[in-house]
């Protein structure tokens, strides 16, 4: 069984930084999978934020790019996102999400399993 697991998530101020971590376990049985950073606000939908797979590939929303780093540790499984220079409407929950296949795009469905999420706000 997979399992994802999110951590890192917490309360800073503007201009602040914090790194969000994301470990996968059970699917160490192929070499090609993509990890990914989405994020959902109250009232607004899921929106992919970074996306990174285990072939080297990172991309990122226009909204995030100079401001985020993502990393994929490919020998565990791990995925993390640096996130600098934050402002008030980077406030979200952040969902890690694990695809079975290199090359997921920024998009939901692309991802067959999900944490439960952490939460991070950012205040003015």
């Known amino acids: 069984q997979v399992h994802v697991v999110e951590s890192g998530g917490g309360s800073v101020q503007s201009g602040g930084s914090l790194r969000l971590s994301c470990a996968a376990s059970g699917y160490t049985s192929s070499r090609y999978y993509s990890m990914a950073w989405f994020r959902q606000a109250p009232g607004k939908e899921r929106e992919g934020v970074a996306t990174a797979d285990s072939l080297g590939m990172r991309r990122y929303a226009d909204s995030v790019k100079g401001r985020f780093i993502i990393s994929l540790d490919n020998a565990k499984n791990t995925l993390s996102l640096q996130m600098n220079s934050l402002k008030p409407e980077d406030t979200a929950m952040y969902y890690c999400?694990?695809?079975?296949?290199?090359?997921?795009?920024?998009?939901?469905?692309?991802?067959?399993?999900w944490g439960q999420g952490t939460q991070v706000t950012v205040s003015s």
């Open positions: 999400g694990l695809g079975r296949r290199v090359g997921a795009a920024l998009w939901a469905p692309d991802y067959n399993d």
